[in-house]
C-alpha cells in the first residue's frame, strides 16, 4: 500500500542527545515537511523539502536539522539544541506540481526527552 | 508567521444537528485553503483544499466555502454523526505548498 512511514511511534531520550525520526513515503511524492505538535497548539512547520538535496526552514527550525538524499526519506534530526524537543512530530508528503495540494501524513512520533 | 485562527476551539452537539466552524486567514497573499480532519490515533486526512475565491466544496455530509477577499472559510457538518467526533484544522498554503495551521477545533457528537 502507498503512505508514509514514520518510526518509532514513541521515543525516549535523555537530555543533551541527539535523537533522528525516520519518514519514509512511496508515493512518489516530491515535496516533504515536517511539523511539531504541543498541547492546545496547532501544527506548526519545522523544515519542508521540495526537491531532493534541496530543503527549507520553516517557522521553527531552530535546534532542528534535516536531509534529503533521497527522495522517498526525510529524516529529522532533534539536536540537543532544541530547547523543548519534547512533542509529537508528524512528517508528511505532498503531490507533484499540477497536481492536488493536499498533504498526506504519516501516523508520528512521540518524542519524550526528560 | 502567517495567523491562521480557527472558532470555536472545541464544540459539543448532539446527533443529528447540523455545526458549522470558522477559519479566518490573512486574505494578502492568498495560494490555497485546506481542511483537514484527525481523529483521534489517526493521521489528519485531507478534506478539502480550496484556492479560488467563491469555492464551494462537498464530501457527502461536509461541505466548505471560501472568501478570500475577506479572509475567511466555514466549514459546514449536516445531521453530525458520532463518526465524525475529530478535530477539525484548517491550514493555508504558501507558494512552496506549505502549510500554516490553526489549532483547530474540536468537535464531539454525543450520541
Known sequence: DGGITQSPKYLFRKEGQNVTLSCEQNLNHDAMYWYRQDPGQGLRLIYYSQI????????????????????????????????????FYLCASSGNRGSSYEQYFGPGTRLTVT | ILNVEQSPQSLHVQEGDSTNFTCSFPSSNFYALHWYRWETAKSPEALFVMTLNGDEKKKGRISATLNTKEGYSYLY???????????????????????????????????
Open chain 1, 52 to 87: 531532493v538535496n534541496d530543503f527549507q526552514k520553516g517557522d521553527i527550525a531552530e535546534g532542528y536539522s534535516v536531509s534529503r538524499e533521497k527522495k522517498e526519506s526525510f529524516p529529522l534530526t532533534v539536536t540537543s539544541a532544541q530547547k523543548n524537543p519534547t512533542a
Open chain 2, 77 to 111: 457538518i449536516k445531521g453530525s454523526q458520532p463518526e465524525d467526533s475529530a478535530t477539525y484544522l484548517c491550514a493555508l498554503g504558501g507558494s512552496a505548498r506549505q502549510l500554516t495551521f490553526g489549532s483547530g477545533t474540536q468537535l464531539t457528537v454525543l450520541p
